[in-house]
């Protein structure tokens, strides 16, 4: 009977041992399984996921649309050419989502997958040798293009080689504005006034122009001279009719028009767009004097 009972007891112990090493072996499998799967999500989530089409950051620029929309409009655009492929950009993606959202109204933010779009980062060669973002604004201007070919014309980037915090790249972008704004006096209005038949003007009591003025003189360069003036210039604000208050004031040809409320970017650029786009029969009726 003592035979069999310890006989018994080793069934008894092995057949625990083999429950403890299933254990084991399960709670294992179910560590390497849930690895594999949270390895496996931030692969996808960081490869796939660094810019959608609906977040501040503009990425659907392609070959095929990148002419039209960056040198076919006025606007300033600060583009990344990232890789999945790099740590850097990996780091990058938080604070350029917070530069497109401080830029916004101003300057148009965008992102190139470069190894989605080779034609575009083989034009502006871009490479990922040593890991650093590259970061490309096009200004407004158009210039010849470099190929030499007649009647083509680009805007030709600037690198930008600064600091990566979200202050020093926006604070950069905003620097690169064209200075078109002129600081109007009373003093020199018949000067500037004689230079084009549409002009905008903000009156205001700060000495700095500020950035959403310059975005929109450089967005309206083409229809119109943009200028700052004061205040506390009385002469020049009674001219136009400006009480004491921040005013935009525009001047075309079918008379002075006053936008005194509601500055708010948006309001004040469909205002903008229905003053500068004045009625094409006055336009017309300037040409049929000429002949």
């Known amino acids: 009977d003592a035979q069999e009972s310890r006989g018994l007891g080793d069934v008894y112990k092995r057949q ?3 429950r ?29 996921a660094f810019y959608s089409r609906k977040g501040p950051v503009i990425a659907n620029l392609t070959k095929e649309n990148f002419a039209v929309s960056v040198f076919g409009t006025p606007n300033l655009w600060f583009i990344q050419f990232y890789s999945t492929k790099s ?3 990996h780091r990058l993606v938080s604070r350029w989502k917070r530069v497109a959202t401080r830029l916004k109204d101003l300057v148009k933010v965008a992102a190139i997958d470069i190894d ?37 014309y680009v805007k030709l980037p600037i690198n930008y080689k600064g ?60 229809r119109g001279s943009f200028a700052q003036a004061s205040l506390s210039d009385e002469a020049l604000a009674k001219r136009f009719g400006v009480e004491n208050k921040d005013a935009i004031v525009v001047s075309n040809p079918t008379g002075v028009h006053i936008l005194d409320e509601k500055l708010k ?10 003053c500068l786009l004045y009625t094409s029969d006055a336009a017309d009726e300037e040409d049929s004097v000429d002949l």
């Open 16 to 18: 625990y041992q083999r």
């Open 265 to 274: 970017r948006n309001v004040i650029y469909d205002w903008l767009i229905s």
């Open 163 to 222: 600091s990566l915090t979200v202050d020093a790249m926006v604070e950069w972008a905003i620097s690169q504005f064209p200075e078109i704004v002129y600081r109007l006096t009373s003093k020199n209005l018949q000067e500037w006034l004689s230079s084009s038949p549409v002009n905008v003007i903000h009156f205001t009591d700060s000495g700095q122009i500020p950035s959403w003025f310059k975005a929109l003189a450089s967005e309206f360069r083409y």
């Open 116 to 152: 989605e779009q080779p034609a575009l980062s083989q034009a502006y060669n871009v490479h990922y040798e040593d890991d650093t973002p590259a970061l490309k604004l096009f200004p407004s201007e158009l210039q010849p293009s470099p190929s030499g070919k007649a009647n083509q």
């Open 20 to 48: 403890v090493r299933g254990s084991h072996i399960r709670k294992l499998y179910m560590r390497l399984s849930f690895f594999h799967f949270v390895l496996f999500f931030c692969f996808f989530y960081l490869a796939e």
């Open 87 to 89: 740590e850097e950009c």
